[in-house]
């Protein structure tokens, strides 16, 4: 008869009879309950353990077997033999001392730890790691000061700091002394153990560390001592690749603040290495953090870091990851398109919740400027490209049965009203991601069938370049720096819309920020945050502009003002004016070339003797796309390329001086394509400029009105080189090619 008592994870006791006979690969089984009679079926993966009044077939008692102790996460603990042919599928079995033949059935999601119950110098030494003078020595000297009865044996018990002391007494010795398993296995003399400790008193330090930490052992020795102990595999994670589901389970953080990485994900048993193995904490954390049963394998916590630093923090598919783990799942949720009824517009779920964070952090690591989540009509899905550098790229592509979900959760994130679905809505998202918070611009719009499209702009709170960060020639760094060292004036930077004027008012501004200045700024949104700066964010739904915010900072004292841009002639005047009355003045303008920019502002109605006065540089600039720096290769054809980009410049710059570069400083460099790059050659951007001083000449020039084209010539005659010949050069240095000079310069 096979009596046995089921131990259920819960906690409930069952008393029965098998009906049919239990075998290694069972993963359920049938019993025929003692109390009501009736035939009920268990999964291996609801029991704890199986008590059995006589061993299962096949399983004899007087083989050889292992002493171990072992405690369920129901909290009982048993002493028992394993024996060598006890090992099952989802379990293994242990023999009770005694006469009486019973035996458990552990199952292995049901065992909190399991340890062999000889002395780890022992185990080394049956392993052969350890010599048998070696061990005796050490086994010798364990003895003497146990009967010494010292302080070392008490420090050395206090030495294991993250157990409960009442636990600890409870269970006496089955909790690793780290400084005593190293002693046993003969690594370490006790004195050294005791000195290292003294060394260390009061702080709250493992033995084991300590000892590493001075060099007597390495953190291997003492791992694989520990997992010896604890019945644990040693595994080496440099071989070993995680799988995807297993990286899932466990998010980034979990995996930084337990110190552990995910290895595979079968069912539910998810193996996860550890370099604590004598923390029991780290696995009760698991099982209740992911849900799964958690089978601990021991690692050195160096190769652990790395992983983590591999396969979570360098990860750009860690969005596809979580869609994968999503997939099967995928069909079961379903979303009324058109439905208005807010009530079933449901709070997301947390798989929701993360995906959208991954999502965006995954734009902000992979640089992007946008977001775009795009729904397709009725069943398409929901696709998600980033705009970087400038271009829109695929980034994601979502089920459609989550449109819904993942709009409302940006919705909630950006504190919007959820029911609205019909009108356009705008707002923003802090997220903090380690050390920053990154902020997001949302824009939420309506579209045809009921859907919503979003658009997020990433500000990074970033730090400003330093100027010399800009890519700015020598020749252009030089005449900026001096133009910026004036007491007052105006300096504006112009461009097009993402030509990354914002980041040169900023480097500009980080260069004259200095403690006896006050500087203002009006910045819509604030994408640059710097110390010392007062940064003020305009709000143009509630009437305070730039021209609005000017006339307050001209009234809070200002040194310097920047003006994130001169976006009408009221704010452009009271700017001028500024900069007259002993003020440095920064703004931006959208024109395309320096001398536009002047004359655009006396067709504006400025007066140009004021502005002509005021005046003190435009810096005009472009983004162009950068070579990859991984990838790029040098041209063949230096001494062709050479002489096109000369008879290039010398069109353009007539016969003046000092434009034409040697040829010694050639080194054109072709696109090529790698990982890196993602196959296109080009990774980055670089600012290309032309910068006009406000000359005597060129200021005369402003006050005469004259034209764009007399403007320029007269600048260049000045010292300014245009925004293609600035490129022109750049590519001469191999920075960049023709190819994308010609595409962002008329
Ligand atoms: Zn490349």
């Not at 003492?222 to 080496?236: C, E, N, W």
């Not at 954390?285 to 690692?299: D, G, I, K, Q, W």
């Not at 089920?399 to 009203?417: E, H, P, Q």
Request: glycine share 8%.
């Amino acid at each position: 008869m096979n009596e046995l008592t089921i131990k259920l994870k819960t906690g409930d006791e069952i008393k029965g009879v098998l009906t049919r006979s239990f075998k290694y690969q069972d993963t359920d089984l049938e019993v025929l309950t003692e109390e009501n009679k009736e035939t009920l079926v268990f999964s291996l993966d609801e029991i704890c353990y199986i008590r059995f009044l006589s061993p299962p077939a096949g399983i004899g008692r007087g083989g050889r077997g292992t002493l171990e102790e072992v405690q369920t996460i129901a909290g009982e603990t048993f002493q028992v033999t394993v024996p060598a042919n006890g090992k099952f599928l989802k379990g293994f079995l242990g023999l009770l001392p005694g006469e009486s033949n019973q035996t458990i059935f552990f199952t292995d999601s049901g065992v909190r730890y399991r340890q062999d119950a000889r002395y780890t110098g022992q185990i080394l030494h049956d392993q052969g790691l350890v010599s048998t003078d070696k061990l005796e020595a050490a086994l010798k000297l364990q003895e003497e000061q146990a009967h010494r009865g010292d302080d070392a044996a008490i420090l050395l018990a206090d030495a294991v700091d993250e157990v409960d002391p009442h636990e600890a007494q409870r269970h006496e010795m089955h909790h690793a002394r780290v400084g005593d398993i190293l002693v046993e296995s003969g690594l370490v003399t006790r004195e050294q153990v005791e000195a290292a400790f003294k060394s260390q008193k009061g702080k709250k330090l493992q033995v084991g560390e300590l000892l590493i930490m001075k060099g007597l052992i390495t953190e291997e020795q003492l791992l694989s001592a520990l997992a010896t102990k604890f019945r644990l595999r040693f595994v080496d994670l440099e071989t070993v690749i995680p799988s995807e589901a297993a990286l899932g389970a466990i998010s980034e953080g979990l995996a930084t603040r337990l110190r552990v990485f995910p290895i595979s994900l079968e069912g539910r048993k998810l193996v996860v290495a550890t370099c604590a193995p004598t923390d029991l904490t780290i696995g009760d954390n698991l099982r209740f953090s992911t849900n799964f049963a958690p089978e601990l394998v021991v690692a050195p916590s160096r190769q652990i870091l790395a992983a983590i630093d591999k396969y979570y923090r360098n990860r750009v598919e860690t969005v596809d990851t979580l869609l994968n783990a999503m997939k099967g799942e995928a069909e079961s949720v379903t979303i009324e398109e058109e439905v208005d009824d807010t009530r079933l517009l449901f709070e997301p779920d947390s798989k929701i919740i993360s995906l959208v964070n991954r999502i965006l952090i995954d734009a902000y690591r992979r640089g992007a400027s946008d977001i775009h989540f795009e729904p397709g009509a009725g069943n398409e899905p929901l696709n998600i490209r980033y705009r970087i550098d400038g271009e829109c790229v695929h980034a994601h592509k979502v089920s459609a049965s989550y449109k819904g979900a993942i709009t409302v959760r940006i919705k909630i994130m950006a504190d919007l009203n959820i029911a609205e679905r019909r009108r356009p809505q705008s707002g923003k998202i802090l997220l903090r991601y380690r050390q920053q918070m990154l902020e997001y611009r949302v824009e939420i719009t309506p579209m045809v069938g009921g859907r919503e499209g979003a658009v997020l702009r990433l500000l990074a709170a970033s730090k400003p370049l330093p100027l010399a960060g800009l890519g700015l020639l020598s020749h252009n760094l030089e005449r900026f720096i001096d133009i910026l060292d004036k007491p007052h004036g105006i300096i504006l930077c112009v461009g097009p819309t993402g030509s990354g004027k914002t980041t040169t008012l900023h480097s500009a501004l980080g260069h004259i920020n200095t403690q006896e200045r006050k500087i203002w700024t009006a910045e819509d949104p604030v994408e640059i945050t710097q110390a010392g700066l007062c940064q003020v964010q305009v709000n143009a739904k509630i009437g305070f502009n730039f021209a609005e915010a000017l006339r307050s900072f001209l009234r809070a004292d200002p040194d310097v003002i920047m003006i994130g841009e001169m976006r009408d002639a009221e704010t452009s005047k009271i700017a001028i004016e500024a900069s007259l009355t002993g003020h440095l003045v920064f703004s931006t303008l959208h024109t395309n070339s320096a001398p536009e920019a002047a004359v655009r502002l006396i067709e504006m109605g400025m007066d140009p003797f004021n502005f002509s006065d005021a005046l003190l540089g435009i810096l005009a600039q472009r983004l162009a796309k950068r070579l990859c720096a991984a990838c790029r290769k040098p041209a063949r054809d230096q001494r062709q390329r050479y002489d096109e980009v000369v008879a290039a410049l010398r069109q353009i710059a007539g016969d003046r001086e000092g434009v034409i570069p040697d040829f010694k400083e050639a080194n054109f460099m072709k696109a090529v394509g790698c990982e890196e790059c993602a196959g296109t050659g080009y990774k980055g951007r670089i600012a290309l400029h032309e910068l006009m001083v406000g000359t005597e000449k060129v200021k005369v020039a402003v006050r005469r009105g004259v034209g764009m084209d007399e403007l320029r010539s007269i600048a260049m005659d000045e010292g300014m080189w245009t925004l293609k010949m600035d490129g022109l050069v750049k590519v001469l240095r191999g920075e960049t090619d023709l190819e994308q000079i010609l595409k962002v310069c008329m």
